[in-house]
């Protein structure tokens, strides 16, 4: 419940309005110490990015063409983010939520699970409306950095907010193995 919610300082997860239907179409909402945990959240070979991580995907979508216009500069990219489907409608140029059809071109298929707040209420937000994941990365105590996507921009946003609230997260593969070829001596039949 609410009451329960708020008052965790270790690893918890929920389903918007505690509901399965919900967790199965959008995943689960998670408060950051789950991001965090000592258990890690993450399946083997995978884990929680960093703020620095996320900046990495940014820096490449942008470097090359993803932006909703084209260009090579600037954070327009949540088009080539965002699922082709759960968005709330928006006319602005380059939103999600504009010709949810365009969307996706990444195949990384972000849906607009909302989240919850973690102070105070424990009520749930903004589902259809944004994206929210946590990241490993620590600003305080009480506080960590957070990804989002909103249905009515083009950009990515990078903020801070409660340990205690309830967001998404995004796993992402660790130590990829690196191959290396020589150059053929000789082929035969």
Request: glycine fraction near 12%.
């Amino acid at each position: 419940d609410n009451a329960a919610w708020v008052g965790l300082t270790t690893a918890a997860w929920c389903d918007y309005e505690n509901s399965s239907v919900n967790g199965n179409i959008f995943g689960h909402l998670y408060n950051w110490y789950a991001a965090n945990d000592s258990r890690i959240i993450a399946p083997a070979g995978w884990h929680v990015p960093t703020v620095e991580e996320w900046d990495t995907l940014k820096d490449y979508l942008i470097a090359n063409g993803y932006n909703y216009d084209g260009t090579i500069e600037n954070n327009k990219f949540a088009k080539a983010l965002a699922s082709t489907s759960y968005w709330y409608s928006s006319n602005i140029p380059g939103a999600p939520g504009n010709n949810q059809n365009a969307n996706n071109n990444t195949g990384f298929t972000a849906l607009p699970g909302g989240g919850r707040y973690g102070i105070s209420t424990g009520d749930y937000f903004s589902l259809g409306i944004g994206s929210f994941w946590w990241t490993k990365t620590e600003i305080t105590d009480i506080e960590a950095w957070y990804k989002v996507l909103f249905y009515g921009y083009s950009f990515m946003g990078n903020y801070g907010d409660y340990k205690k609230y309830g967001y998404s997260i995004r796993c992402i593969k660790s130590d990829l193995p690196e191959i290396t070829t020589t150059a053929a001596g000789t082929i035969t039949s």
